[in-house]
């Protein structure tokens, strides 16, 4: 059951332009969400989290965006670097629930210099 | 601070076998979730350890399973290998229970079945 979606499997976006990864879930219950970054061979790092009690939280060039009515989450990056190029992997939790950690498929960005 | 390591690295296994995975985790950490990561379907969680007892169990037949050990060291076996299983798998670690804060990934191990 794929309780974390990202339907776009890939992004491509110019050097100091927006990127915006999109992000949905379906499990109400989730209370916690967060973005990862995935280089080849290496596993993924932690990259920014949203509690639910929040609707935005910024970290530098890294924004994330979460709209609980809709089952949406959006990663930001302003500016776009060559080096944000990876793959982007959304997750979520329900953390009162001692739940674990769901991921969607990945979103692979590639940003042009 | 050392990462969570997974050996080995790479592994090469025909189908009917078995094979068992390592993972050390950062050190205090006491949680450790195993997931398993293929082309087009993401990270699938597998199950998760939490001071030696599995917490929780993703979707997986049982085939797939694990332990942990008193020192947080945590063994994923799956047996009688089938093709489908070829996949990196991912070994994540956190100091308290998965789900409750950012997991720590290894650099995965991965298996390739012939």
């Known amino acids: 059951d794929q309780q974390v979606k990202q339907n776009s499997p890939s992004l491509s976006v110019q050097e100091g332009r927006i990127s915006i990864l999109n992000c949905d879930y379906t499990?109400?219950?989730?209370?916690?969400f967060l973005w990862y970054k995935k280089y080849p061979a290496e596993g993924p790092t932690f990259l920014i989290s949203?509690?639910?009690?929040?609707d935005k939280n910024e970290d530098g060039r890294f924004t994330v965006f979460l709209n609980k009515s809709a089952k949406h989450l959006s990663l930001h990056i302003v500016p776009s670097q060559p080096g944000d190029s990876a793959v982007y992997f959304c997750a979520a939790s329900a953390r009162y629930n001692n739940n674990d950690m769901r991921f969607g498929a990945g979103t692979r960005l590639t940003v042009k210099p | 601070k050392a990462g969570v390591t997974q050996t080995p690295r790479y592994l090469i296994k025909t189908r009917g076998q078995q094979v068992t995975l390592s993972c050390s985790p950062i050190?205090?950490?006491?949680?450790v979730s195993w997931y398993q990561q293929t082309p087009g379907q993401g990270l699938q969680f597998l199950f998760e350890?939490?001071?030696?007892?599995?917490?929780n169990k993703g979707n997986f037949p049982g085939r797939f399973s694990g332990r942990q050990f008193s020192n947080s060291r945590s063994e994923m076996n799956v047996s009688t290998l089938e093709l489908g299983d070829s996949a990196l798998y991912l070994c994540?670690?956190?100091?308290?229970?998965?789900?409750?804060?950012?997991?720590?990934f290894g650099n995965g191990t991965r298996l390739t079945v012939t």
């Open positions: 994540a670690s956190s100091r308290i229970q998965g789900g409750n804060s950012p997991l720590h």
């Open positions: 949203i509690s639910s009690i929040k």
């Open positions: 499990n109400s219950m989730f209370d916690y």
């Open positions: 350890y939490f001071s030696e007892t599995q917490r």
């Open positions: 050190s205090g950490h006491r949680s």
